[in-house]
């Protein structure tokens, strides 16, 4: 396809901090022959409470702005409707996007489609807490064409949820899938956490049979990160619990991949686990470092190498409008050294591996093709790493140190 369009940045005006140099903003990215993105994220920064481990970019609204949110994202989605092509993934996170009002969710979704092309077949995910998913809600969001769920579940015990500060019933789960299925949306994905603070291995695997008889497709599993600056983090420090004992964290993870492999589940990235065909096609496009825009606070865009964030604070979303582009807090410029690092980072945890013979070439122009090589025949020499001459692939023990492997790999680019 060819396009001679270019793919312009929010003008310095629109940048919230002074961190960002006028001269990086000053070329507009050339689109040239590239593919337009062909991939969109949406952020809906609302939450109706702050869980404790949560790190991501939302906020507790008192002021009620969702209204001037959504004219704010359609102003934005309007800008950037023009750079992209016709979009094969759709992926809706936050915060809550299922608190938005229903009326509010119907007028973003029909300017949504009066404002981008879909791909037959495309996949259009929203990310739903338990106690938002509503008969009010589930049908707008299936009549604006969204065909994937995706559950904030976290756990099914109780306790555990009080720990994390969940506040939902985990009760509501079944009658949640219920209700989503209902309103004619088929795809369901369920998000789960291991190694809480006093979680045994039994519990952890009553959480893993509890989603599985929700009949998902598509089960993410993370440990329990302690993020810095999160309650979790401090209630950590300050003596309230234990971190979860390593072995005990490595046997829940292979316990996850083995049960959910039984189910005909399998693991396709380190911690994402899926029926054949079912895997998450917005996520794989970040993971394979494709291109992707990016709307609303604190969303990041990746086209062609550049990378940008929209600042994240919600009064500067909504007051900064550069001809409708959202204003940025961080930007970057291609670089081939970043971009071989991303490529290994996430590439690595796939099941699908790294493209052996593209990272030695992108490696060639940095001197490290050599050094890249060594590193990933010691990874394989110690049994995490299987290398052929088209694609360096973990095996199952490698699994367990992904981030060394990754880190390994980086690390022997100069
Ligand atoms: S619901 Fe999700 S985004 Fe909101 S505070 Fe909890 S973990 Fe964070």
């Known amino acids: 396809m ?3 369009t270019a793919i312009r940045l929010p003008m310095q005006r629109s940048i919230a901090t002074a961190a960002v140099p006028a001269a990086a903003l000053t070329p507009p ?47 934005e989605l309007a800008a950037l409707a023009p750079l992209a092509g016709p979009l ?26 009066q404002l981008f092309t879909l791909e037959p077949g495309a996949e259009f995910s929203v990310e739903c807490n338990p106690e938002t998913v509503t008969d009010d809600l589930m049908p707008v969001l299936a009549a604006g064409g969204v065909n994937r769920v995706s559950m904030g579940a976290q756990s ?85 619990f234990t971190k979860t004992d390593d072995d005990l964290e490595a046997d829940m993870y292979e316990h996850t991949v083995a049960t959910l ?3 005909g589940l399998d693991r396709y990235e380190v911690s994402n686990h899926a029926r054949p065909g079912a895997e998450c096609r917005h996520n794989l496009a970040y993971w394979r470092q494709e291109s992707w825009l990016a709307a609303g606070p604190s969303a990041s865009a990746h086209v062609l190498g550049w990378r940008w964030k929209n600042t994240p604070r919600l009064d500067d979303y909504l007051a900064g409008d550069d001809d409708g582009f959202a204003p940025v807090c961080e930007l970057e410029q291609p670089d081939p050294r970043r971009a071989l690092m991303d490529r290994l980072m996430t590439g690595v945890r796939l099941r699908e591996g790294v493209d052996a013979p593209r990272a030695l070439a992108d490696a060639r122009p940095l001197h490290a093709e050599q050094a890249l090589a ?12 299987t290398v052929t001459e088209s694609r360096w692939t973990l095996t199952d023990p490698g699994f367990l140190f992904a981030d060394r492997v990754a880190a390994d790999l980086i690390n022997a680019i100069p």
């Open 374 to 385: 060594e590193a990933a025949e010691a990874c394989r020499r110690e049994g995490w790493l």
């Open 261 to 263: 492999r039984a189910r």
């Open 29 to 75: 990215i050339h689109a040239g022959d590239a593919p337009k993105p062909r991939s969109l994220y949406l952020h809906i920064p609302f939450c109706a409470h702050k869980c404790h481990y949560c790190d991501f970019y939302s906020i507790v609204d008192t002021r009620d702005r969702q209204d001037a949110f959504t004219a704010r994202m359609v102003r």
């Open 156 to 240: 099914f015990n109780r306790h555990h949820l009080t720990t994390l500060e969940r506040r939902h019933d985990p009760d509501r789960l079944p009658l949640a899938a219920d209700t989503v299925r209902r309103a004619g949306i088929e795809r369901l994905s369920v998000d789960l956490i291991s190694g809480v603070p006093g979680q045994t291995l039994d519990q952890w695997h009553a959480d893993l049979t509890a989603a599985l008889a929700l009949g998902t497709e598509h089960l993410s599993a993370y440990t329990l990160t302690y993020e810095p600056g999160t309650a979790m983090t401090a209630r950590l420090h300050k003596g309230e």
């Open 2 to 4: 060819h396009d001679d």
């Open 88 to 113: 094969d993934t759709i992926f809706v996170g936050g915060g809550t996007p299922s608190l938005l009002r229903p009326d509010l969710w119907e007028h973003l979704l029909t300017i949504f489609h």
